[in-house]
């Protein structure tokens, strides 16, 4: 807990796990936006994108006050943007409340570690994924950057 306990004025905590994410951790506080795609599996998200959330959680984050002492809020006061696109090889869109605890657990996250607002998800299903020649869910994901990129250049105003 090295990077939890770190000084909080610090823009990026020092992790003691000397690898490749320490480019990373710079990359994700230099980001002006954030698009994150996640395969559904067992209704939420894989273990290596947990593992990868929670490897830079405490890096990019500090312990807030507020809801609850100890929490994380942003490093960063820079307001940033983020869309989410999950998929499901099985279930269809219309099932997506019984099974996608994975939205549930990036809105939560993504606030307090990236000071990241969601503009936008995307839940694509069994339907439409499984033919090649189905632009169903292309439509939307274009749409989706879009938004993204226009909260993004409001952002930097």
């Given at each position: 807990?090295v990077?939890r306990?770190?000084?909080?004025g610090?823009?990026?905590?020092?992790?003691?796990?000397?690898?490749d994410?320490?480019?990373?951790?710079?990359?994700?506080?230099?980001?002006?936006?954030?698009?994150f795609?996640?395969p559904?599996?067992?209704?939420?998200?894989?273990?290596?994108?947990?593992?990868?959330?929670?490897?830079?959680?405490?890096?990019?984050?500090k312990?807030?006050?507020w809801?609850?002492?100890?929490?994380?809020?942003?490093?960063t006061q820079?307001?940033?943007?983020?869309?989410?696109i999950?998929s499901?090889?099985?279930?269809p869109?219309?099932?997506?409340?019984?099974?996608?605890?994975?939205?549930k657990?990036?809105?939560?996250?993504?606030?307090?570690?990236?000071?990241?607002?969601?503009?936008?998800?995307?839940?694509a299903?069994?339907?439409?994924?499984?033919?090649?020649?189905?632009?169903?869910?292309?439509?939307?994901?274009?749409?989706?950057?879009?938004?993204?990129?226009?909260?993004?250049?409001?952002l930097?105003?």
């Amino acid at each position: 807990m090295v990077c939890r306990n770190e000084d909080p004025g610090k823009a990026i905590a020092d992790c003691v796990i000397d690898d490749d994410m320490q480019e990373i951790y710079h990359k994700l506080d230099e980001a002006d936006g954030y698009i994150f795609g996640n395969p559904i599996f067992m209704g939420t998200v894989n273990a290596i994108m947990k593992t990868f959330c929670e490897r830079f959680c405490w890096v990019l984050s500090k312990p807030g006050r507020w809801p609850l002492r100890g929490c994380p809020t942003p490093r960063t006061q820079k307001k940033k943007a983020a869309i989410l696109i999950m998929s499901a090889g099985i279930v269809p869109a219309w099932m997506r409340r019984f099974c996608d605890d994975a939205t549930k657990f990036f809105r939560g996250s993504l606030p307090c570690m990236l000071n990241a607002k969601i503009v936008g998800t995307l839940y694509a299903g069994s339907v439409g994924m499984n033919n090649p020649k189905s632009d169903r869910y292309f439509s939307k994901a274009t749409a989706l950057g879009e938004k993204l990129g226009r909260r993004m250049l409001r952002l930097q105003r």
